[in-house]
Each structure stands twice: as structure tokens, then as C-alpha cells.
């Protein structure tokens, strides 16, 4: 089966492009400002290299968040809209885990940490075994201190919060932040679609009213509703 990955949860998002579980074709873009001008050329690119038609992608799979809120979105409305198009099935993965995956499992806890803005950081903890990841913590939007509370065992980070709390993270944690862990050379859409392909048969659906976005915690939007309706 040829399937199509796609991640925007973060300032660098990615396409790939599956087929038998096999990886044929990926790309890496730039967020910045906003993917809507560059993510249908990516899709479109992915496809092109691979000499493939969008026409015979048996599926789709999209990371839901946590991440970036606009990210998000836009990848949402550019999954529906090729849903829609194509009338082909989807599966939908957890960004914190699709970053776990793609990197080497060893004798350590993975955390994935992506940036929250507001001196806060997406993540989540997972523990390799027999193969897979086990989670030892649901999503959190939490402080890089408060993360810290919660590692007591040598633990692989990943992720964009790194680049803004990673020294941080590394001069707290010492012995337990590890460092140049192996990586396996793929992009989080690429892990992604990996991850819904252990089980298609269970994870492609047609339902879109299922499609939702993992936010974690409210958007700036509805933060401000709120506040709104409280002075009504």
C-alpha cells in the first residue's frame, strides 16, 4: 500500500511517502512564516520524485499534536481537502510519539520536547521495550523545571525545545540528559506514516468528524473568548 505522511506540527514540517512500508520519497519544509503556500508544492514534489499520482495513494496519515496551533491547522485543512478529493482512507498519530520513534531505542527513556511558547515545552516521556515505546506519561504543556521534577533515569531528548532549552535541560539533569543518541535518518512524517502502518486495517478510517487536533492546552483564541465572556 502506498502511503502518504504528513507532519505541521512544528516549524519544520515534512511529507513522505510510504509504499509496502517502505520509505520512497521524503521532504523537509520551512514553516516560516506559514506552510499554506508551500505545503500542497511539498505534497506535490514528494509524489513528482516518487513518479506516483495522487490518485494511487491508498491512504493518509497526519500527526494531530501537540505542536504549533497554526501548523496544525493548516495541515488538517490540507488533509481533508485531499480526503475529499481522492475519497481515500486516513489514520491520524500523536506528534509526541511520531518524535520518539525516530530515534534508536537503547537503555533509556525518550522524551520528545517541542517548543509551547510561554516558557513551555509539548512532551511527553516513553520507555523502549520489545520493539516499541511504552508511554510512562500522558501530553503535558508544561515548564522545562517542571519536566525535570519528572526524570529520575538516564533519558534521549528530541525535538525543537532543544533549541531553546536544552542547555537548560542538560545542566539540570546532568547524568540523565543523553546526549548523541542515534537517530534513524527519517523525517516525523515518515514515523508517523511507519506508526499507522504497523496496522492499517485498524488505524485507516473514513470518519472525518474523528479528524481533531490534540491541543493540550486552550489556543490563544479561545483563551481570549473566555476571558471575554467573564467581562459580559
Known amino acids: 500500500m502506498k502511503i502518504l505522511g504528513i507532519d505541521t506540527s512544528s516549524s519544520l514540517g515534512s511529507v513522505a511517502l510510504l509504499d509496502n512500508d517502505q520509505l520512497v520519497s521524503e521532504s523537509i519544509l520551512d514553516g516560516s512564516p506559514a506552510y499554506s503556500d508551500k505545503l500542497l508544492a511539498e505534497v ?6 516518487a513518479g506516483i499520482k495522487l490518485k494511487d495513494i491508498d491512504g493518509f496519515v497526519i500527526t494531530t499534536g501537540p505542536g504549533s496551533f497554526t501548523g496544525l491547522r493548516v495541515g488538517m ?3 481533508k481537502g485531499l480526503i475529499l478529493a481522492t475519497e481515500k482512507p486516513f489514520a491520524s498519530v500523536n506528534t509526541l510519539e511520531a518524535y520518539a520513534e525516530t530515534i534508536e531505542s537503547g537503555p533509556y527513556s525518550i522524551c520528545p520536547v517541542l517548543d509551547a511558547r510561554k516558557k513551555e515545552v509539548y512532551t511527553a ?3 523502549p521495550q520489545s ?24 533519558t534521549a531528548f528530541v525535538g ?5 532549552y536544552g542547555e537548560f535541560l542538560k545542566s539540570r539533569l ?7 543518541v542515534p537517530n534513524k535518518n527519517r523525517t516525523v512524517a515518515a514515523s508517523a506514516a ?14 472525518l468528524d474523528s479528524l481533531t487536533i490534540n491541543y493540550v492546552r486552550p489556543s490563544e483564541a479561545e483563551l481570549n473568548y473566555t476571558v471575554s465572556k467573564k467581562g459580559d
Open 77 to 79: 485543512s490540507l488533509l
Open 131 to 154: 520493539n516499541q515505546l511504552i508511554r510512562e506519561t500522558g501530553d503535558q504543556a508544561i515548564s522545562p523545571e517542571g519536566l525535570c521534577e519528572q526524570i529520575n533515569q538516564p
Open 125 to 127: 516521556l516513553f520507555r
Open 194 to 207: 511507519l506508526i499507522a502502518s504497523r496496522d492499517l486495517a485498524k488505524n485507516l478510517h473514513y470518519d
Open 174 to 180: 546532568k547524568e540523565n540528559f543523553i546526549q548523541n
Open 160 to 164: 525543537n525545545g532543544l533549541e531553546v
Open 44 to 49: 506535490d514534489g514528494t509524489l513528482n520524485r
